[in-house]
T-cell receptor
């Protein structure tokens, strides 16, 4: 149980385009999901908290107009990187919170912006 | 402020040897503590968690961790390491957020290498 999927697993795009990443909880409902960013050989940095039916809460320093989050259902949250630039290249990981206050993580999406 | 410290950036052990990964936390209340493991290019897998009760918790893959309030520690142990255990290990503390303990603060991770 508590499986979280992400799609796509990797994406390459041109600078200036937008990229959408999906995070799904497959066997449970999650009112809260989280989006993280991880740089090589570093820990996870929380970007934002996604709440179903309401606006996301962004961490300090994260541009909400750059990283659009939509949590339209209890099993799906999306992160859209708008007008992506090379510095946005990173590994993006989502997690979904269960009723037992435990976060389960997706496999991650590697984004490369050329 | 809440924080998690993993003092060892990199550890190498021989296959079959015992393992202990250290984790210290700073948190004002009773913490919710977690250990996750990350294989290269993958997401994080939950190994075990401590919320309350017995301070020695058992997890998957033969791992266990002990919560020691007096030392603010939650060290991860395994009696006999397998080559497949080579990965990066993250300790995390759950913080109060919106009335629930669900926002995680991660340590910097410990990279485990296993020698044959």
């Amino acid at each position: 149980g508590a499986v979280v999927s992400q799609h796509p697993s990797w994406v390459i795009c041109k600078s200036g385009t937008s990229v959408k990443i999906e995070c799904r909880s497959l066997d449970f409902q999650a009112t809260t999901m989280f989006w993280y960013r991880q740089f090589p050989k570093q820990s996870l940095m929380l970007m934002a908290t996604s709440n179903e039916g309401s606006k996301a809460t962004y961490e300090q320093g994260v541009e909400k107009d750059k990283f659009l989050i939509n949590h339209a259902s209890l099993t799906l949250s999306t992160l859209t990187v708008t007008s992506a630039h090379p510095e946005d290249s990173s590994f993006y990981i989502c997690s979904a919170l269960t009723m037992t206050e435990t976060q389960y993580f997706g496999p991650g999406t590697r984004l490369l912006v050329l | 402020a809440q924080s998690v410290t993993q003092p060892d950036i990199h550890i190498t052990v021989s296959e079959g040897a015992s393992l202990e990964l250290r984790c210290n936390y700073s948190y004002g209340a009773t913490p919710y503590l977690f250990w996750y493991v990350q294989s290269p290019g993958q997401g994080l897998q939950l190994l075990l968690k401590y919320f309350s009760g017995d301070t020695l918790v058992q997890g998957i893959k033969g791992f266990e961790a002990e919560f020691k309030r007096s030392q603010s520690s939650f060290n991860l142990r395994k009696p006999s390491v397998h080559w497949s255990d080579a990965a990066e290990y993250f300790c995390a503390v759950g913080t109060l957020y919106g009335g629930a303990t669900n926002k995680l603060i991660f340590g910097t991770g410990t990279l485990l290498a296993v020698q044959p």
